[in-house]
């Protein structure tokens, strides 16, 4: 099976302009996440899609967001960029389960995004 | 919130060596996992283990719920081992995954 694959891998960005990171998940994962990792904050959790729904948000402002298609791929997008958003993004995809989400996560490679 | 709080910040020691990382955190919860992240930024999960003891090879955690802490050990430690390691919980009755500060390991050869 492949893995979670995130596009871009590095992304170059300037304050005031907006961007939209993409995730595929493992074939057959239903949930997708979202967190924020930077060397002050550590990883932070930003959302949870599953099934097209947001299920959970992060304390984070209204500038970022992010929706899930039918086939599970999802997207983050941020926008009005700050110097503060510099990160790297990770996406972690769950396995279905019947009764409640299986909390084992798989988590892609990161995009790297710089905001000068 | 709950607080995940993982000892020691920073671990050095020599290829061969044994290590013993700790996870406290401050409510009950749903599950627990031992990530680690590679220098590329690279988080691979290493356990998901809410309670007892599972191994792995080289590594094997134990979690204790009733005392509010987890538990990684890394045996005979390669350099390859080095990173940071992540503990992340989910508190019950709560969605959100909280991941600590990480410990990050150096093995020198």
């Known amino acids: 099976k492949a893995g979670v694959t995130q596009t871009p891998r590095y992304l170059i960005k300037t304050r005031g302009q907006q961007v939209t990171l993409s995730c595929s998940p493992i074939s057959g994962h239903r949930s997708v996440s979202w967190y924020q990792q930077t060397p002050g904050q550590g990883l932070q959790f930003l959302f949870e899609y599953f099934s097209e729904t947001q299920r959970n948000k992060g304390n984070f402002p209204g500038r970022f967001s992010g929706r899930q298609f039918s086939n599970s791929r999802s997207e983050m997008n941020v926008s009005t960029l700050e110097l503060g958003d510099s990160a790297l993004y990770l996406c972690?995809?769950?396995?279905?389960?019947?009764?409640?989400?299986?909390?084992?996560?798989?988590f892609g490679p990161g995009t790297r995004l710089t905001v000068l | 919130g709950i607080q995940v709080e993982q000892s020691p910040p920073d671990l050095i020691l020599q290829e061969g060596a044994n290590s013993t990382l700790r996870c406290n955190f401050s409510?009950?919860?749903?599950?627990l996992q031992w990530f680690h992240q590679n220098p590329w930024g690279q988080l691979i999960n290493l356990f998901y283990?809410?309670?007892g003891t599972k191994q792995n090879g080289r590594l094997s955690a134990t979690t204790v719920a009733t005392e509010r802490y987890s538990l990684l050990y890394i045996s005979s430690s390669q350099t390859t081992d080095s990173g940071v390691y992540f503990c992340?919980?989910?508190?019950?009755?709560?969605?959100?995954?909280?991941f600590g500060k990480g410990t990050r390991l150096h093995i020198l050869p």
């Open positions: 283990i809410p309670s």
């Open positions: 409510d009950s919860v749903n599950n």
């Open positions: 992340a919980v989910e508190r019950s009755g709560d969605d959100k995954i909280i």
């Open positions: 972690a995809s769950s396995p279905e389960m019947v009764l409640a989400r299986t909390p084992e996560q798989f």
